[in-house]
């Protein structure tokens, strides 16, 4: 027999789903020691949880909306990061299975600085990150998130900043969160001039970023090496091609390009896993969305000029069992579009923004964030 109450209630809890785990916190101020308790967390290894969700934040004006994914109707999660000091000035950078890289805006009579956190807003625990040790002043041109919790309890966190051997070389810095400390990796290197560090995908075990110009590239957090992807193939309306999207979801690494502002049929690509290439996942077409919501056709300011259709691509939302589907961001509302089945229906209704209208171009200002449950240590 187990020695103790306390190591057969453990024993249990071990093998429950996250979901319940949470709620059970308030069944006693015991089990919410137990359930607590770092070493628990640690041991805990339950299977892929999926994406239950996803937080919408405007930027203007700045709040949250939740976007149920699993078929319920549950309040959201949270709805402030007021667990964290200073709420006012956290903004999120990026998700990644469970956990939240948050940036707060320190302002002072000299000037400003940014303060990194990580945080679990499933059990509103949060850790503030150590400033970069480095011999002079540096820039800092984006950090990304890197946790796999079914390889490791523990998360890292990759940062690429300037190098001081050259204004056109970076170097990469990693925060473990094992060692509670960062350590500069590998020599400076030199990038695209339009690489989007502060954008960066975590997949496969490596940290990816994107070029408006098509260019890709990833730091592989095992090997500690940089590689390059390959690029899309090329098109006649190259000049027209814009990337709408770049994520991950169920373990796939997807992009989107559009080609034009009226554009209503375009591919899913997705990467193989040893990258050698983009492949086409799925094809959509929303010539049906926009039918049944004619307020997606808006005019540019110039009536000379062509109609466009507002819509905003959220997330790809892939599972186990390979459902497919689209979040979009249309006027007014939040629709899932079934990738299979060229099915839509709506999730949500959005408010309108105070100064928004049928000409408004700062339509789909938002970004999204994928929530899971997660009882990981920060």
């Avoid at 949470?22 to 805990?44: A, G, N």
């Avoid at 975590?202 to 990816?208: K, L, R």
């Avoid at 408006?212 to 090329?234: C, Q, R, V, W």
Wanted: hydrophobic share 40%; net charge neutral.
């Amino acid at each position: 027999m187990i020695g103790g109450n306390d190591d057969i209630v453990t024993e249990i809890l071990l093998r429950l789903p996250v979901k319940p785990l949470v709620r059970f916190k308030c069944v006693s101020k015991r089990w919410l020691s137990l359930i607590s308790d770092p070493h628990f967390s640690r041991r805990y290894h339950h299977p892929r949880v999926s994406v239950s969700g996803v937080f919408l934040r405007r930027r203007i004006p700045s709040q949250f909306q939740f976007v149920t994914l699993d078929g319920t109707h549950s309040k959201p999660p949270f709805t402030s990061l007021d667990f964290i000091t200073d709420k006012a000035r956290i903004k999120i950078l990026e998700s990644c299975n469970g956990l939240l890289l948050c940036r707060r805006l320190n302002k002072t009579l000299t000037g400003q600085s940014h303060r990194y956190f990580v945080c679990n807003p499933t059990t509103k625990q949060f850790s503030r990150l150590p400033f970069i040790s480095t011999d002079g002043p540096i820039t800092i041109f984006g950090l990304s998130l890197a946790f796999e919790p079914t390889k490791s309890p523990y998360y890292q966190v990759v940062c690429v900043r300037s190098a001081a051997v050259s204004v056109y070389f970076y170097q990469i810095e990693i925060y473990s969160s094992k060692t509670r400390a960062w350590r500069p990796c590998g020599s400076p290197f030199v990038a695209p001039f339009d690489m989007v560090f502060d954008q960066g995908v975590f997949w496969n075990g490596a940290v990816h970023w994107l070029s408006p110009s098509g260019a890709a590239m990833f730091f592989n957090l095992d090997k500690e090496i940089l590689g390059t992807m390959p690029s899309l193939p090329g098109s006649e309306a190259w000049g027209k091609r814009r990337f709408r999207y770049f994520g991950e979801s169920g373990g796939h690494l997807h992009l989107i390009e559009i080609y034009g502002a009226g554009t209503t049929q375009f591919q899913v690509f997705e990467m193989s896993s040893d990258y050698s290439g983009w492949f086409v996942k799925y094809e959509v077409d929303l010539d049906g969305i926009v039918a049944a919501f004619p307020e997606m056709v808006r005019n540019f300011l110039d009536p000379c000029d062509s109609s466009y259709v507002a819509f905003v691509i959220v997330f790809v939302v892939r599972n186990e069992e390979e459902e497919a589907e689209l979040l979009l961001h249309v006027p007014g509302k939040i629709l899932s579009y079934n990738l299979r089945e060229k099915s839509f229906n709506k999730c949500c209704e959005l408010t309108p923004y105070s100064n928004e209208s049928s000409s408004s171009l700062q339509f789909g200002w938002l970004d999204a964030y994928q929530y899971m449950e997660s009882l990981a240590c920060v």
